[in-house]
């Protein structure tokens, strides 16, 4: 399954812009996509910095993205979306979210936690149907405090 999604449409157009890859992070709901937590995706998100960056603005010009004050480049009539940052008040500067990413497939991911704390930000519907997903799902996200629901022996009491 992992192989036929990164063989789908947008991620062969990714391909064919030749960023590079330790530059870059593929968010927005492509996550849940490639974990097999949504069928399909509309577009892909593709934050970037530094040489990315300028090869996007080299392709099309930048606007205003609609949220989080960053720009963004779309290519493909809009399948694919370049971005120069992604919730920096959540997340910071690009090189500050590329270090807490997962690589699948040779692709730098937004971690499912960091994927659920922007939709929720957001909270529009899409993004309260991906969070029911991911709560409901096996590959769901940790719990944010692991608790032993063990047993412990101490003078004779079960704690």
Request: with cysteine; aromatic share 8%.
């Amino acid at each position: 399954m992992l192989s036929e999604r990164l063989e789908s449409e947008p991620f062969q157009r990714l391909r064919t812009l030749k960023l590079p890859r330790e530059d870059f992070v593929v968010a927005g709901s492509a996550p849940l996509f490639i974990r097999g937590l949504r069928n399909e995706i509309s577009d892909l998100d593709v934050v970037t910095h530094d040489v990315g960056w300028e090869r996007a603005q080299s392709l099309a010009e930048a606007h205003n993205a609609p949220y989080g004050g960053v720009e963004s480049v779309p290519l493909f009539h809009g399948r694919i979306e370049i971005l120069n940052g992604w919730f920096p008040h959540l997340f910071g500067t690009v090189p500050a979210l590329i270090t807490r990413t997962e690589v699948i497939g040779g692709f730098r991911f937004l971690t499912l936690s960091d994927t659920a704390l922007w939709k929720r930000y957001l909270d529009r519907e899409k993004d309260r149907a991906d969070l029911l997903r991911l709560s409901c799902s096996p590959r769901r996200l940790p719990p944010r405090r692991l608790i032993w629901l063990g047993t412990r022996r101490h003078s004779g009491q079960r704690v």
